[in-house]
């Protein structure tokens, strides 16, 4: 329970830690930036990480120059398009047989099932559309390597996905994390980011428990 607790507030303070993080490690930040970001998308036990609103505050961070962003974005991509191909692999290699050991604290059926409907219905574009989805975007490479997708497409589909997923939350926060009225909300602003993050599964959700009580 203590551990939740932290989680949540490292979620919902992430603003100050990270510029905490940034002033205690210096350069070593950008290390510790890309473990996060390659660990959400490569390693399939950690889905919670808090991949959206992290690039969403370093790039407010690199607005008022506490990290560099010529460094930061192509670090990020790389982590992100490492990650997924690192994910790839071990659910095109060892996938069937991890799932075969069921359930487990991390391992989840139903993360499997959402994420492997998701695939059927777009196909290839997923890996680039998961990336805007917590725990989809953990899962769909693993899901990606289980089916046996051509090595070649799935790398055009992660770099291109890798690429607009930061991009589009680091230039975010770069113009707008240091607005006047988003910097004095972050926390609010960071709830904002989580809650539209979720929002498909909890939309998926509510559908589901319709279809289940018709």
Same mark, same amino acid.
């Given at each position: 329970?203590?551990?939740?607790?932290?989680?949540?507030?490292?979620?919902? !303070?992430?603003?100050? !830690?990270?510029?905490?993080?940034?002033?205690?490690? *210096?350069?070593?930040?950008?290390?510790?930036?890309?473990?996060?970001?390659?660990?959400?998308?490569?390693?399939?036990?950690? +889905?919670?990480?808090?991949?959206?609103?992290?690039?969403?505050? =370093?790039? =407010?961070?690199? *607005?008022?120059?506490?990290?560099?962003?010529?460094?930061?974005? $192509? @670090? @990020?991509?790389?982590?992100?398009?490492?990650?997924?191909?690192?994910?790839?692999?071990?659910?095109?290699? /060892?996938? %069937? &047989?991890?799932?075969?050991?069921?359930?487990?604290?991390?391992?989840? !059926?139903?993360?499997?099932?959402?994420? !492997?409907?998701?695939? %059927? %219905?777009?196909?290839? %574009?997923?890996?680039?559309?998961?990336?805007?989805? +917590?725990?989809?975007?953990?899962?769909? $490479?693993?899901?990606?390597?289980?089916? &046996?997708?051509?090595?070649?497409?799935?790398?055009?589909?992660?770099?291109?996905?890798?690429?607009?997923?930061?991009?589009?939350? /680091?230039?975010? *926060?770069?113009?707008? *994390?240091? /607005? +006047?009225?988003?910097?004095?909300?972050?926390?609010?602003?960071?709830?904002?980011?989580?809650?539209?993050?979720?929002? $498909? =599964?909890?939309?998926?959700?509510?559908?589901?428990?319709?279809?289940?009580?018709?």
């Amino acid at each position: 329970m203590e551990l939740i607790t932290d989680l949540i507030n490292i979620v919902l !303070h992430l603003d100050s !830690h990270l510029l905490a993080l940034t002033q205690q490690y *210096g350069v070593w930040i950008y290390a510790i930036l890309f473990l996060i970001i390659f660990s959400e998308t490569g390693l399939i036990v950690f +889905p919670f990480l808090p991949g959206d609103s992290l690039l969403f505050v =370093a790039g =407010a961070l690199c *607005g008022v120059g506490a990290l560099d962003a010529y460094i930061l974005m $192509p @670090l @990020l991509i790389a982590a992100a398009f490492t990650g997924d191909n690192t994910n790839y692999w071990i659910g095109r290699l /060892v996938g %069937k &047989r991890l799932v075969k050991i069921g359930n487990s604290r991390f391992l989840k !059926h139903e993360h499997l099932d959402k994420t !492997h409907a998701f695939y %059927k %219905k777009h196909g290839g %574009k997923t890996i680039i559309f998961a990336r805007f989805l +917590p725990i989809v975007r953990t899962f769909a $490479p693993f899901v990606a390597g289980i089916a &046996r997708m051509t090595y070649r497409q799935f790398m055009m589909f992660s770099a291109a996905g890798s690429a607009a997923w930061i991009s589009f939350f /680091v230039v975010g *926060g770069y113009f707008l *994390g240091n /607005v +006047p009225i988003i910097k004095n909300n972050l926390t609010l602003m960071i709830l904002v980011i989580v809650f539209i993050s979720i929002t $498909p =599964a909890i939309l998926e959700f509510i559908r589901q428990r319709r279809n289940s009580n018709t």
